[in-house]
C-alpha cells in the first residue's frame, strides 16, 4: 500500500463525500500532485477541464489507466435517467452520504480503490475520475518507464485474487480491475449500461480502411473480462457501415468494464485488424428480448381471441356471479331495507300517533271497501298460491283498476320473499344499455356495467375490422337480458331452498320434488305492467315470459301477471302452451261499492273530528270552517252513473268532494278534463301518426267518438268495413288502428271466444267526454270536414281507377261482347262515386257555414 506520506495530493482539504465533490467546480476538483509526499484522504477527483472539452482523459507517455470496477452501486444510477435533474451525477452522490462516517472508512467507496493498489507497487496515482453512471472509477497513475502498465495492471489483478474487496452493497462480487487500452469516453449521455455491446469497426484515421474482426479475434480480446454468452456478427448481405458485430457478456459489470477498457482500441495487423488497424468503437445495446409466448399469440388472433374471451368470460362468472346472486338475494328477501329491522319497526310502533307511515285513513278505509268486495277474488288468488299447479295466475284489468294493490297489498300481504319486475320503465327505457340497466335494477342485479356493452361492442368492431375475425367481446341485448334472469333464478332456488331443513320428514327428496311437495316456500314473481306498449319491444317481454315459464315449471317460484288488456295470451301461450292460464278479471266497481267507496273516502277522519270540537270550545268560526268541511253528496248518484267505477275516478272525485264542490261540479270538471286530453292527444290538427307506436289517423278517431257518442257499443267488424277504416289514406290498416287505440285506452275491446266483438269506451268518463266533444259545433263540424276532405280523396282515387280502366278498354281495336258487362260494372261505379263526391261537397258547404259563423 502507499504510505500515508506518498497519499497527499495538491487541491484536498478535509475529508468530504463524494456528493459536496460533486457541487464543486470540475477545474476545482481537478487533483494535481503538490509534492512527492502523500497524506491518506478522502479521494476527491472528477473529470478535468481538458476531458470537459472533448470528454476524453489525457495521458502522457509514461501514464496510464486502470479501471476498477464495482465501487459504486449500479442499480442506483438509474435514477440518471431523470431528465430534469440539472446535475445528475451530483444529485445521485447525495445518496451516498448515509454511507460516509470517517476518512477512508470501510464505508467510503474510495476506500475500496485506496486498498486494491499494491503497497509496493511503483505507480503514482495523478488523477481519479468517478464514473457513477458504470459504477466505477478512472485512476490515472504514472509509472517508470522501465515497467510497462500491462505489469502494473497484473500486480493490481493479484492482488485483487488474492485479497478478495467486496464493497458492502455487492456482497457476493469483488471490484475488479483492468488496464485501459483505448481511450475511454467520458460522455454524460442518458446512455446506461447493458450486457450487450455494439462493436463498431471503424478505420484510426479518415481515409483508411478498417477490417471486419472475426467472432474468433473478438473472444480472445472481450474473453478476459468476463463471460461470454454470444457473439453475433454483421449479416453478410448487410450494407450498414460502419461494419459491427454484438458482444454479449453474461453480466452487465463484465460488459461495463470490457468498454471503458477497450473503447477506442485500434486492433493491430497482428491480432487481425488489417494493415492499417481497425479501431473499436463501442456502445450499449439493449438486447431484444425474446417474446416467443406474445409473438404467438399476436400472429394467431383468430385462436389467442376466443380463448381470451372464454377465459374473461370464466373469471368473470367466477368473481362477480356470486356477488350478483348474493345482491338478488338480498333485493328478495329485504334482508338490508331498514323498514325490516327490529328497531325501526319499534320506532313505527312508538311514533305511530305522531307520524304518518301508511295512506291517509281516509283513504285507507275507502279502500277497505273495495277489498272487502273483492275478498272473493283475494281468496282465490290465495288458493292458487297454495296449490302445485304448474300455470301462471294472469290478474287482467284496466288501468286503475287496483290491480297492484289487490295483488300486493291483500293477496300477498302475509308472504314474504316477493320479487316484483315493472316492464314499464323497461320497456321505455333508450338505447340498449339503459334496458340491460332497469332490468338489473328491477331485480336487484348488481354489480351491473351496462356502459360495457357499448364499448365491447366498439373493441370488437375495431378487432374485426383489423383481423377479420369478430372478437365475442360484445353480447347481444338478448344474452345480457338471458343473464342476468338466469342468475336471478339461481338465487329464487336457493332462496325456496333456504328453510330446508334436514331434520325435515322429506328431507331427502330431490329439490324439484321437495319444492312442488312445498308451494308455501316457493317466492313469488310478480310482473307488473306486462305487455305496457303492446309490441313495441317484445325481445323484452318474450324473454320474461320464457324465464317465467321455466320457474313456473321447474317449481322454483309463483309468477303472477298483471296485464291491462287480454292481449296477453299471445306471449303467454308461446311460453306455455300446454297451460291453461289462471285469470282473474277485474272491472269497475259496480255502483254500489262505488258509492260505498265515495262514502267511506270523505267521512270525517279522528284528527278532523278533534281539530273540530277543539275549535267549538274555542268558538273559533274560522278555525272551525277550516277543521272539517262537510261534503255535498247530492246527486252523488247522478254523478256516478256519468263517471262510472273506474278506481282512480273515484279517488279523484273524492278529494273533490273533500275540497267543497258538489258532485256536479266535480263531474262536470273531470268530464272537461278528459275531454281535453282526448283533443290534446288524438284530435289536434296533423296527429297523423304512421310509426311503430301510433298507427291510427284523426279522421279515425274522430269517427269512433261520433259513434260511441251516440252508442255505448259498437261492432267490431261494422267499424272496419265503414270508409273511414276501411279506405283511410293515412293508416290504411284498421284493425292496426283498433288495436292502437285500444292500447292507449281510449277504446276498450271485447272479445268472444278469443274473437274481437265490440268496441266501447276505455274508461266509462269517457262517454260523457265523447258526448262533449260532439256537442261542440264548431269542433264538429271542423273535424267533419276533415272527414269528408279524406272521403273525397277515395272516391276521386277510385274514380281515377274506373276512368284508367275505360280507357284502356276503350283503345281495343274491337269491342268484344265480353267486355260490355265490364264497361257497364265500370260506370255504374264511376257513378255512384261521382254520387257520393257531390253529397260529400254538400255536406262540405254546410260545415263551412258553421265555421264561419261559429265561434
Not at 12 to 27: D, E, I, T, V
Not at 311 to 316: A, D, I, N
Not at 618 to 647: C, H, I, M, S
Request: with cysteine.
Amino acid at each position: 500500500m502507499l504510505s500515508t506520506t506518498q497519499l497527499r495530493l495538491v487541491g484536498f482539504r478535509r475529508p468530504a463525500s463524494l456528493a459536496r465533490l460533486a457541487h464543486r467546480a470540475p477545474a476545482s476538483l481537478l487533483v494535481r500532485p503538490r509534492s512527492a509526499s502523500w497524506t491518506q484522504r478522502a479521494w476527491e477527483s472528477t473529470t478535468t477541464t481538458d476531458q470537459d472539452k472533448d470528454g476524453h482523459i489525457d495521458k502522457a507517455p509514461n501514464e496510464s489507466i486502470l479501471w476498477f470496477d464495482n465501487v459504486f452501486p449500479l442499480r442506483p444510477a438509474g435514477l440518471l435517467r431523470i431528465p430534469w435533474l440539472m446535475n445528475p451525477e451530483s444529485d445521485l452522490t447525495e445518496l451516498l452520504r448515509r454511507f460516509e462516517n470517517s476518512s477512508l472508512g470501510i464505508m467510503d467507496p474510495m476506500n475500496l480503490v485506496k486498498r486494491a493498489i499494491p503497497n509496493d507497487s511503483p505507480m503514482k496515482v495523478t488523477e481519479i475520475v468517478p464514473r457513477l453512471k458504470d459504477g466505477g472509477v478512472f485512476v490515472k497513475f504514472q509509472h517508470p518507464a522501465n515497467v510497462p502498465a500491462q505489469d502494473i495492471e497484473g500486480q493490481v489483478a493479484k492482488l485483487l485474487t488474492e485479497k478478495r474487496i467486496k464493497p458492502f452493497f455487492s456482497p457476493l462480487r469483488s471490484v475488479h480491475a483492468g488496464l485501459v487500452r483505448g481511450v475511454p469516453w467520458l460522455e454524460d449521455l442518458h446512455r446506461f449500461p447493458r450486457g450487450r455491446l455494439r462493436v463498431d469497426f471503424v478505420p484510426p484515421n479518415p481515409g483508411e480502411e478498417a477490417v471486419e474482426l472475426s467472432q474468433e479475434d473478438l473472444y480472445s480480446m472481450f474473453r478476459r473480462y468476463g463471460k461470454i454468452a454470444e457473439i453475433t456478427s454483421q449479416p453478410w448481405d448487410s450494407k450498414v457501415l460502419p461494419k459491427f458485430a454484438y458482444v454479449d457478456f453474461a453480466l452487465v459489470r463484465d460488459a461495463i468494464m470490457a468498454r471503458n477498457c477497450l473503447h477506442g482500441y485500434v486492433v493491430p495487423e497482428t491480432k487481425g485488424g488489417g494493415k492499417t488497424g481497425t479501431k473499436l468503437r463501442m456502445s450499449y445495446e439493449e438486447r431484444a428480448k425474446q417474446h416467443r409466448i406474445w409473438d404467438w399469440m399476436s400472429n394467431h388472433p383468430r385462436i389467442v381471441i376466443p380463448v381470451l374471451v372464454a377465459l374473461l368470460t370464466g373469471l368473470t362468472v367466477v368473481i362477480f356471479d356470486p356477488i350478483r346472486s348474493f345482491f338478488v338475494k338480498s333485493h328478495v328477501t329485504r334482508r338490508f331495507r331498514l323498514s325490516n329491522s327490529k328497531v325501526y319497526r319499534w320506532f313505527r310502533k312508538q311514533t305511530t300517533d305522531l307520524f304518518t307511515f301508511h295512506r291517509d285513513r281516509s283513504e285507507q278505509a275507502g279502500l277497505e271497501a273495495i277489498w272487502t268486495h273483492r275478498q272473493d277474488l283475494i281468496e282465490q288468488i290465495r288458493k292458487w298460491l297454495m296449490e302445485t299447479a304448474e300455470t301462471f295466475i294472469v290478474v287482467q284489468g284496466p288501468r286503475g283498476s287496483g290491480k297492484k294493490e289487490l295483488v300486493l297489498e291483500q293477496a300477498l300481504k302475509d308472504r314474504d320473499n316477493i320479487l316484483v319486475i315493472d316492464c314499464k320503465p323497461i320497456v321505455e327505457a333508450r338505447g340498449e344499455s339503459a334496458t340491460i340497466k332497469q332490468l338489473g335494477s328491477a331485480v336487484g342485479y348488481r354489480p351491473i356495467f351496462s356502459w360495457a356493452n357499448s364499448m365491447s361492442s366498439m373493441i370488437d368492431l375495431a378487432v374485426q375490422g383489423t383481423t377479420g375475425v369478430k372478437a365475442g367481446f360484445s353480447e347481444t341485448l338478448e344474452s345480457q337480458l338471458q343473464k342476468i334472469l338466469h342468475t336471478t333464478a339461481g338465487a329464487l332456488t336457493e332462496i325456496s331452498l333456504s328453510k330446508r331443513h334436514k331434520t325435515d320428514s322429506d328431507a331427502a327428496l330431490p329439490d324439484d320434488a321437495y319444492l312442488e311437495a312445498h308451494p308455501e316456500k316457493r317466492p313469488v314473481v310478480v310482473i307488473e305492467n306486462f305487455l305496457h306498449k303492446g309490441d313495441g319491444n317484445t325481445i323484452v317481454y318474450d324473454k320474461i315470459s320464457e324465464w317465467a315459464s321455466a320457474m313456473v315449471q321447474s317449481n322454483v317460484a309463483h309468477v303472477i301477471f298483471l296485464a291491462n288488456d287480454s292481449s296477453y295470451t299471445k306471449p303467454l301461450t308461446k311460453a306455455l302452451p300446454d297451460r291453461v292460464f289462471r285469470t282473474a278479471a277485474l272491472g269497475d266497481l259496480t255502483p254500489e261499492v262505488a258509492k260505498r267507496f265515495i262514502l267511506s273516502h270523505v267521512e270525517q277522519t279522528k284528527e278532523e273530528k278533534k281539530a273540530e270540537k277543539e275549535a267549538e270550545e274555542d268558538g273559533d268560526e274560522e278555525k272551525l270552517k277550516l277543521a272539517y268541511v262537510r261534503p255535498n253528496l247530492k246527486n252523488l248518484d247522478e254523478a256516478l252513473d256519468v263517471l262510472g267505477g273506474r278506481l282512480t275516478d273515484l279517488e279523484f272525485l273524492a278529494r273533490r268532494l273533500k275540497s267543497g264542490q258538489t258532485p256536479r261540479q266535480a263531474v262536470n270538471e273531470i268530464t272537461d278534463q278528459a275531454a281535453s286530453e282526448i283533443l290534446k292527444m288524438f284530435l289536434l290538427p296533423g296527429r297523423i301518426n304512421t310509426d311503430a307506436e301510433h298507427t291510427w289517423s284523426v279522421e279515425q278517431v274522430w269517427y269512433l267518438v261520433k259513434a260511441l257518442a251516440k252508442k255505448e257499443s259498437l261492432r267490431y267488424n261494422e267499424i272496419l268495413l265503414s270508409d273511414t277504416f276501411k279506405s283511410s289514406v293515412s293508416a290504411p290498416n284498421g284493425e292496426s288502428a283498433l288495436e292502437g287505440l285500444s292500447s292507449v285506452e281510449l277504446i276498450s275491446i271485447r272479445h268472444r271466444m278469443g274473437r274481437p266483438e265490440s268496441i266501447v269506451v276505455g274508461k266509462p268518463v269517457y262517454q260523457a267526454a265523447f258526448e262533449r266533444l260532439v256537442g261542440d259545433p264548431v269542433l264538429s263540424a271542423k273535424l267533419d270536414f276533415t272527414i269528408l276532405a279524406e272521403l273525397l280523396k277515395v272516391e276521386a282515387k277510385n274514380i281515377e281507377k274506373v276512368e284508367a280502366e275505360l280507357t284502356t278498354l276503350a283503345t281495343l281495336p274491337k269491342q268484344p261482347a265480353a267486355v260490355a258487362p265490364r264497361v257497364t260494372y265500370l260506370l255504374t261505379k264511376l257513378e255512384a262515386s261521382q254520387k257520393k263526391i257531390e253529397g260529400y261537397e254538400k255536406e262540405q258547404g254546410v260545415l263551412k257555414q258553421v265555421l264561419s259563423k261559429e265561434n
